[in-house]
């Protein structure tokens, strides 16, 4: 079986965001950079959902959030707080803007060239254990934005075995100050490489960032 052959059909991709997202779990992230491909098991989601005030396309279309409003199965990565980047997935029939965002990564294959990448990472599970974190090791940046992850041979996701319901730990929402209610963020528990922050409370601002920056609508 091709990596080709291992990947999701863009079928798996129409599904709605809150649904894909514990799918994810257990997927295989790969990038290529400079000829090298970087691999991480993906064990940390978000879902952003269609009328949910986090999500990047509540107030409609823009030229950021342009690729959301196209077919699932894209690459959506944006630029936040002015310091981090931060991929998501692209989910549901077009014209029903939803995505994924992937959190977190365990590091499977070209660990040394993601330390070269992130060389303030003082342990390699500091390497992709978090959004900011992984787009640093990954080399994702805008650039990288709007890719067909079912097409491409330098973005893409290949399946990996599926995580058990009773190992999928569920919470709210990490970093944002609107729609802090769904339990929409989904990850493998007791997994090192999940991110350390805690969730969002309802009527709290649990992240510096989030509080300066009031008006950004989500991750």
């Given at each position: ?14 599904q ?31 879902a ?52 994924v ?57 290949t ?23 769904y ?25 510096k ?7 950004v609508?989500?991750?």
């Open positions: 079986m091709t990596k080709k052959d291992k990947r999701f059909t863009r079928q798996f991709y129409l709605r965001s809150p649904v894909l997202a514990p799918k994810l779990l257990g997927a295989y992230l790969h990038r290529v950079v400079d000829g090298e491909e970087l691999v991480g098991k993906i064990v940390e989601t978000e952003y959902a269609i009328g949910d005030e986090a999500c990047h396309a509540f107030r409609g279309e823009t030229p950021r959030n342009a690729v959301m409003f196209r077919e699932g199965g894209f690459s959506y990565i944006y630029f936040t707080y002015g310091m981090h980047y931060c991929f998501n997935v692209t989910t549901n029939e077009p014209g029903m803007a939803e995505a965002l992937i959190r977190a990564l365990e590091p499977v294959q070209g660990i040394e060239r993601m330390r070269e990448l992130r060389p303030r990472a003082e342990r390699d599970r500091d390497l992709t254990n978090g959004p900011g974190k992984l787009c640093q090791a990954f080399a994702l940046t805008r650039e990288e934005n709007a890719i067909d992850l079912i097409e491409s041979d330098t973005l893409f996701i399946q990996g075995e599926p995580v058990p319901s009773n190992l999928i730990g569920v919470s709210r929402r990490i970093g944002i100050n609107v729609a802090q209610e339990p929409w963020r989904f990850f493998v528990k007791n997994n090192e490489y999940v991110s350390r922050t805690k969730p969002s409370e309802p009527g709290k601002f649990t992240s960032y989030a509080k300066k920056h009031r008006s609508p989500g991750r």
